[in-house]
């Protein structure tokens, strides 16, 4: 089952909408239901059933009372009061899920995304209209043509992992989760309902390691029993590492129907076969193997032409069409995964943990218990950290750096890049501690992977670990409590001991797909330089030409990871052809 789609208008004038506009819209959704429909504001959905609404209100997809399981149907006419009053702002702080709520007034419409849900919402103006919808195609169907904006193009390519509402086509932008657009006579606003730095907040630590331990879990069965309730059976995508092996015990406390799938590929990095079978066995439930087949990945092909942005990496072909057929033939009707897993539980190796330390309890025993676990994980001596964290602390900015990726970039993209903001994820507000606006920066490529990824899937994808209430939870443990000796990720190994074998509570090794990707980049070096010398990033003037054909003339095996950053070139390459 795909996500629900949906398609709206809303005038940003006085005036009513235009009758033609209002026709192409009908055509384009012809198989779904009329929701709301009035002079100024129109909205289709094929979520013909589960539907809260009441006049002028809805809400398209999953809806959860905090603590609830359930998915929501109705709500009473207090709710919709509260929620309507408040701008949706009540919506996100008594419920969750994977929605997107309508609500209106006599003089605005208020557009609000749920916090890390996985429901699409597109926006586009044209004249004096706001056309909202789940995904691109519909925007297409009303008529829309949209060309690549290179400087969009050319931050995305510096920044993958990071979201904002632009996207990478002119003219399309899109609703952040947590986020709201109010729509007016006035025009059109733009605000953040939700944000990590709310939960970061040094009065809501949960410093307790056992209490945090428990909001972890009992967050974790939440999202896991809820996102699974309407679905028959699931295949659980399971690699034998840690944060795959937590949603297996929780899959298995909610008494879902479940079977795994470890994916192998040709080199020992990506054989995790042993521990993926400890896991099935301790969660009960059946494991089948499949091994990645190079044929089924074309480097020419993005997996993300129907989005606005190249968010698809080449590498996951063949895995996702693994899994479909998977899925299929075992009568799954939703796929799961642990993805997010390291950034939720904060699976971070930084010395700005100890800054923590030394801002709020000097050189206590807290802090040398972080400093031995850290230096054990790091191999870093003591002393060395101390000095580190003594800089950390009082020396530099709390803001987390990340560099961004330009190295094939051209002068000119590398000027964009310069002058790009930065994510809003990654400037803390004052008072914040440096590890936890470490952990809060760590959520950017989670949000990226089920907001941006996920909400366009052709199969359900579904990462429970990367919903609001899990994220919640695990932003109000303090970061030192993260660490412990030999341990990342101390509160979820903690938290699941009791439902894992030791193994894999105490393992501090994971497999990766670096060398698959190596693989696919030697097989196919001529078709990239065919793709990227003189393709369309170089039309754009977005690439250097001259050191990526350095690079791809070199004779011999990749000696280095520079081919990760011509492999993230190609899926953009490969996307930006296919908007032509």
């Given at each position: 089952m795909m996500r629900?789609?949906?398609?709206?208008?809303?005038?940003?004038?006085?005036?009513?909408?235009?009758?033609?506009?209002?026709?192409?819209?009908?055509?384009a959704s012809v198989s779904f239901v009329p929701l709301i429909?009035?002079?100024?504001?129109?909205?289709?959905?094929?979520?013909?059933?589960?539907?809260?609404q009441v006049g002028g209100h809805a809400i398209v997809g999953e809806l959860f009372d905090r603590g609830s399981t359930r998915p929501e149907t109705t709500l009473d006419d207090a709710a919709w009061t509260a929620i309507a009053r408040s701008r949706g702002e009540r919506l996100i702080e008594r419920y969750w899920?994977?929605?997107?709520?309508?609500?209106?007034?006599?003089?605005?419409?208020?557009?609000?995304?749920?916090?890390?849900?996985?429901?699409?919402?597109?926006?586009?103006?044209?004249?004096?209209?706001?056309?909202?919808?789940?995904?691109?195609a519909l925007l297409r169907d009303l008529g829309c043509r949209f060309s690549v904006d290179p400087d969009a193009l050319a931050r995305h390519i510096a920044y993958p992992e990071w979201r904002r509402s632009e996207t990478c086509l002119d003219g399309v932008e899109e609703l952040r989760g947590g986020d709201r657009l109010l729509v007016s006579a006035n025009g059109v606003v733009y605000e953040t309902l939700w944000s990590p730095w709310a939960f970061v907040a040094r009065d809501r630590m949960i410093d307790d390691s056992g209490e945090a331990a428990r909001a972890v879990r009992n967050a974790v069965h939440l999202t896991a029993r809820a996102r699974t309730a309407s679905h028959d059976r699931a295949l659980l995508l399971l690699s034998g590492g840690l944060d795959s092996a937590i949603v297996a015990a929780s899959l298995k406390a909610t008494g879902t129907d479940v079977i795994g799938l470890n994916l192998v590929g040709d080199d020992a990095a990506s054989d995790e076969r042993r521990y993926a079978g400890m896991v099935a066995r301790s969660a009960g439930i059946e494991l089948l193997t499949r091994t990645f087949d190079l044929d089924r990945v074309d480097v020419r092909r993005s997996g993300a032409a129907h989005m606005p942005y190249p968010v698809h990496r080449c590498f996951t072909q063949a895995q996702d069409a693994v899994a479909a057929e998977t899925a299929e033939l075992c009568g799954a009707d939703i796929l799961i995964d642990g993805g997010g897993g390291d950034n939720v539980f904060f699976a971070s190796r930084t010395v700005s943990i100890l800054a923590d330390c030394l801002a709020t309890g000097g050189l206590d025993k807290r802090f040398w218990s972080a400093a031995r676990a850290l230096g054990d994980l790091?191999?870093?001596?003591?002393?060395?950290?101390?000095?580190?964290?003594?800089?950390?602390?009082?020396?530099?900015?709390?803001?987390?750096?990340?560099?961004?990726?330009?190295d094939f970039l051209s002068d000119a993209a590398r000027a964009?890049?310069?002058?790009?903001?930065?994510?809003?994820?990654?400037?803390?507000?004052?008072?914040?501690?440096?590890?936890?606006?470490?952990?809060?920066?760590?959520?950017?490529?989670?949000?990226?992977?089920?907001?941006?990824i996920n909400a366009q899937a052709q199969q359900r994808a579904v990462s429970p670990l990367v919903s609001q209430p899990v994220v919640e939870a695990c932003l109000r443990v303090p970061s030192w409590n993260w660490l412990a000796p030999d341990r990342d990720r101390a509160i979820a190994r903690s938290a699941f001991a009791p439902d894992l074998p030791k193994a894999i509570v105490s393992r501090r090794s994971k497999g990766t797909p670096t060398g698959f990707v190596a693989t696919i980049f030697d097989r196919h070096r001529q078709t990239i330089r065919d793709m990227l010398l003189g393709g369309k990033l170089a039309d754009l003037r977005l690439i250097d030409e001259r050191k990526i054909s350095q690079l791809l003339f070199m004779l011999g095996p990749v000696r280095d990871l520079r081919f990760v950053r011509i492999m993230e070139l190609v899926d953009a390459e490969a996307w930006a052809a296919s908007q032509s």
């Open positions: 629900r789609r949906f398609l709206a208008l809303i005038a940003t004038s006085a005036e009513p909408l235009p009758p033609g506009r209002i026709d192409r819209a009908r055509k429909e009035t002079d100024r504001f129109m909205l289709w959905s094929d979520h013909r059933y589960g539907i809260a899920g994977s929605y997107v709520a309508f609500t209106t007034s006599d003089t605005a419409a208020a557009i609000i995304r749920a916090p890390m849900g996985d429901q699409g919402c597109y926006h586009a103006r044209v004249g004096g209209v706001l056309l909202v919808a789940s995904d691109l790091g191999q870093t001596g003591t002393w060395a950290l101390t000095w580190r964290a003594v800089h950390r602390a009082w020396l530099r900015s709390p803001a987390p750096r990340q560099p961004p990726a330009i964009i890049v310069e002058d790009a903001p930065a994510h809003p994820w990654f400037t803390p507000p004052d008072g914040v501690l440096p590890g936890r606006a470490s952990h809060v920066a760590l959520l950017a490529p989670a949000q990226n992977m089920v907001e941006a």
